[in-house]
């Protein structure tokens, strides 16, 4: 396993998606038993059997209370050691930039030049003139050399631009900085840093807004790769038992890849989406997301929240402390100044927009619930359902604020255990007196909070069950005799499996629709092989997902699924 949860590519091995038995879910029920069925209702938690019919459950229950549905229907007879849950929610994934971006040079795991140059240089002999060398994945964790004169020893005088995992850092080589104008005298960006040496000139690394000075020069994604790309992504999440999640950050090639797959019938998962706005845009950002919410809206694709990054990373030092790092007078600069984040915080708020705050440090989780009661306070309360996802670094007096103002804690909890980033990139640089408070999801949760799963796909896996094994033990899955990251912040079972399920229904206003297994709502279903719930914590990531249906339409078939009984 590596650094934050096995960063890898698409993996698809092994997957086989079956859409032919859609027919018999339209002529006929779908019947699901022999399992336990956990249905996160507390109504009815649990059932032995469900009936799906025409997209909605129609039935949860006894063998006796779905009888009445087996005429006709397509009866899945399931081993008694399965379990039976609503479709997983992944609440922050970035599912159609990875799987573009997936077809770009993947520097994942680059740990020496000699490991580089094999990245780079099949793609190299490829290009036409003229053309960027692209791609990301690199990890200061793993490699050391980022300067612009380790990419020029391979690249020569192309122009190539690489992103780091968590996309918060750039590496360009020297013909990247000369085309974007970068030298000595180039200022640093409000809110981003071009990295120098000694002589004052840059590196090649560019922090936060820095990137754009670089980004902003590459050239649109062809159509053909953003659709190849968004098929492989659905595909890995279907495989995982994902059937909805929130895009955190889309922007307008995106949002149009999304609804291009949904007009073609061919976006299968639940999509509600994220647009930026950044500190000089300001306000005027709400009219422009209300402008894409309005044209790219179709019955998959729905733009819901502004995405608001308040601060960088804690291993770069871009995160917003409330005290200075170790061994340093900075305590990192936020993105936004407080004035200009509660203005859009405001203006947001005020036409319905949901907010998604991007927040590390613990100073910029206290400015983001500063705005959301700034919103609060200039609007009139209402349920806004506003979020903060990562949460890396929280201060204790901060955490009842999140049930106070109603606001959802957005958490990767495959981040919380001891990695590399966390012991010699983390503990180092904050020391061990607020480490005591890194990833403290178990101190939300007793003070009310609603917890929201997700990944970060694809800094971490999208895999739900090694981030629900990780919340539970905040252990390597690799090492479970390894050391536990702050176990006074552990969590329940439960309370994973309801952070992506009925808690990622709520977070993105659709808990009348989905989340649970309920008579009427949509028929978003996961079968795994093991019931979870009962297993040893270890063995969580080891299950496997048996089926996946969304709307009651089989999506997904894996290995172990025993074949139908019916027309």
Request: hydrophobic letters at 45%; a negative charge.
């Given at each position: 396993?590596?650094?934050?949860?096995?960063?890898?590519?698409?993996?698809?091995?092994?997957?086989?998606?079956?859409?032919?038995?859609?027919?018999?879910?339209?002529?006929?029920?779908?019947?699901?038993?022999?399992?336990?069925?956990?249905?996160?209702?507390?109504?009815?938690?649990?059932?032995?059997?469900?009936?799906?019919?025409?997209?909605?459950?129609?039935?949860?229950?006894?063998?006796?209370?779905?009888?009445?549905?087996?005429?006709?229907?397509?009866?899945?007879?399931?081993?008694?050691?399965?379990?039976?849950?609503?479709?997983?929610?992944?609440?922050?994934?970035?599912?159609?930039?990875?799987?573009?971006?997936?077809?770009?040079?993947?520097?994942?795991?680059?740990?020496?030049?000699?490991?580089?140059?094999?990245?780079?240089?099949?793609?190299?002999?490829?290009?036409?003139?003229?053309?960027?060398?692209?791609?990301?994945?690199?990890?200061?964790?793993?490699?050391?050399?980022?300067?612009?004169?380790?990419?020029?020893?391979?690249?020569?005088?192309?122009?190539?631009?690489?992103?780091?995992?968590?996309?918060?850092?750039?590496?360009?080589?020297?013909?990247?900085?000369?085309?974007?104008?970068?030298?000595?005298?180039t200022k640093d960006p409000e809110g981003g840093r071009i990295e120098r040496d000694a002589?004052?000139?840059?590196?090649?690394?560019?922090?936060?807004?820095?990137?754009?000075?670089?980004?902003?020069?590459?050239?649109?994604?062809?159509?053909?790769?953003?659709?190849?790309?968004?098929?492989?992504?659905?595909?890995?999440?279907?495989?995982?038992?994902?059937?909805?999640?929130?895009?955190?950050?889309?922007?307008?090639?995106?949002?149009?890849?999304?609804?291009?797959?949904?007009?073609?019938?061919?976006?299968?998962?639940?999509?509600?989406?994220?647009?930026?706005?950044?500190?000089?845009?300001?306000?005027?950002?709400?009219?422009?997301?209300?402008?894409?919410?309005?044209?790219?809206?179709?019955p998959h694709l729905e733009v819901t929240s502004v995405k608001l990054f308040v601060d960088?990373?804690?291993?770069?030092?871009?995160?917003?402390?409330?005290?200075?790092?170790?061994?340093?007078?900075?305590?990192?600069?936020?993105?936004?100044?407080?004035?200009?984040?509660?203005?859009?915080?405001?203006?947001?708020?005020?036409?319905?927009?949901?907010?998604?705050?991007?927040?590390?440090?613990?100073?910029?989780?206290?400015?983001?619930?500063?705005?959301?009661?700034?919103?609060?306070?200039?609007?009139?309360?209402?349920?806004?359902?506003?979020?903060?996802?990562?949460?890396?670094?929280?201060?204790?007096?901060?955490?009842?604020?999140?049930?106070?103002?109603?606001?959802?804690?957005?958490?990767?909890?495959?981040?919380?255990?001891?990695?590399?980033?966390?012991?010699?990139?983390?503990?180092?640089?904050?020391?061990?007196?607020?480490?005591?408070?890194?990833?403290?999801?178990?101190?939300?949760?007793?003070?009310?909070?609603?917890?929201?799963?997700?990944?970060?796909?694809?800094?971490?896996?999208?895999?739900?069950?090694?981030?629900?094994?990780?919340?539970?033990?905040?252990?390597?899955?690799?090492?479970?005799?390894?050391?536990?990251?702050?176990?006074?912040?552990?969590?329940?079972?439960?309370?994973?499996?309801?952070?992506?399920?009925?808690?990622?229904?709520?977070?993105?206003?659709?808990?009348?629709?989905?989340?649970?297994?309920?008579?009427?709502?949509?028929?978003?279903?996961?079968?795994?092989?093991?019931?979870?719930?009962?297993?040893?914590?270890?063995?969580?990531?080891?299950?496997?997902?048996?089926?996946?249906?969304?709307?009651?339409?089989?999506?997904?078939?894996?290995?172990?699924?025993?074949?139908?009984?019916?027309?």
């Amino acid at each position: 396993m590596t650094a934050r949860g096995c960063r890898t590519g698409l993996a698809v091995a092994g997957i086989v998606l079956f859409l032919g038995t859609a027919a018999a879910a339209a002529d006929g029920a779908i019947v699901l038993r022999g399992a336990r069925v956990l249905t996160m209702d507390p109504a009815k938690p649990e059932a032995q059997a469900i009936a799906l019919v025409d997209g909605a459950i129609a039935a949860v229950g006894s063998a006796e209370d779905i009888a009445p549905f087996l005429k006709g229907a397509t009866v899945y007879d399931l081993p008694e050691t399965a379990l039976v849950l609503p479709g997983f929610q992944d609440s922050h994934n970035h599912l159609i930039w990875s799987a573009t971006a997936a077809e770009d040079i993947s520097l994942t795991d680059v740990a020496d030049e000699a490991g580089l140059r094999a990245a780079i240089e099949p793609t190299l002999s490829k290009l036409p003139d003229g053309a960027w060398l692209r791609g990301g994945g690199w990890s200061v964790a793993v490699y050391k050399d980022l300067s612009a004169k380790a990419l020029d020893a391979i690249t020569g005088d192309r122009p190539a631009y690489f992103e780091d995992v968590d996309g918060h850092s750039g590496w360009a080589n020297s013909a990247a900085l000369k085309a974007a104008g970068i030298d000595a005298c180039t200022k640093d960006p409000e809110g981003g840093r071009i990295e120098r040496d000694a002589q004052g000139n840059p590196t090649g690394l560019l922090r936060e807004t820095a990137m754009a000075l670089v980004g902003d020069l590459l050239p649109d994604y062809p159509e053909a790769q953003v659709d190849a790309g968004l098929e492989k992504g659905q595909t890995e999440a279907l495989s995982y038992g994902i059937t909805a999640i929130i895009d955190p950050s889309a922007t307008e090639w995106m949002l149009a890849g999304y609804q291009r797959a949904d007009g073609a019938e061919k976006l299968k998962l639940n999509v509600e989406a994220a647009v930026k706005i950044e500190a000089e845009e300001g306000a005027a950002g709400a009219q422009r997301v209300l402008g894409l919410k309005n044209r790219y809206t179709s019955p998959h694709l729905e733009v819901t929240s502004v995405k608001l990054f308040v601060d960088g990373v804690i291993e770069t030092g871009t995160a917003a402390l409330l005290e200075a790092y170790v061994g340093s007078n900075s305590a990192g600069d936020p993105l936004f100044t407080q004035e200009q984040l509660d203005a859009v915080a405001v203006a947001a708020d005020r036409v319905n927009l949901q907010l998604h705050a991007h927040a590390i440090g613990d100073r910029a989780v206290r400015m983001a619930l500063d705005a959301y009661a700034a919103a609060r306070k200039a609007n009139g309360a209402r349920d806004s359902r506003h979020q903060i996802t990562h949460l890396e670094l929280i201060d204790p007096a901060d955490i009842p604020r999140f049930k106070e103002l109603g606001v959802i804690a957005n958490i990767q909890a495959l981040w919380a255990y001891p990695d590399t980033y966390i012991v010699d990139l983390t503990e180092q640089k904050i020391g061990p007196e607020r480490s005591q408070w890194l990833y403290p999801f178990g101190a939300l949760k007793n003070a009310g909070a609603t917890l929201a799963g997700s990944s970060d796909w694809s800094v971490s896996s999208m895999n739900p069950l090694e981030a629900i094994q990780t919340g539970v033990l905040r252990q390597d899955i690799a090492d479970p005799n390894g050391k536990v990251l702050t176990p006074q912040h552990k969590l329940d079972v439960m309370d994973m499996v309801a952070a992506y399920t009925i808690n990622g229904a709520y977070a993105a206003f659709d808990e009348d629709n989905s989340g649970s297994l309920t008579v009427g709502k949509r028929a978003d279903v996961v079968v795994l092989d093991r019931d979870i719930t009962k297993v040893p914590p270890t063995e969580i990531s080891q299950g496997k997902v048996l089926a996946t249906m969304i709307e009651g339409v089989p999506v997904y078939e894996g290995e172990g699924l025993p074949k139908p009984a019916g027309p």
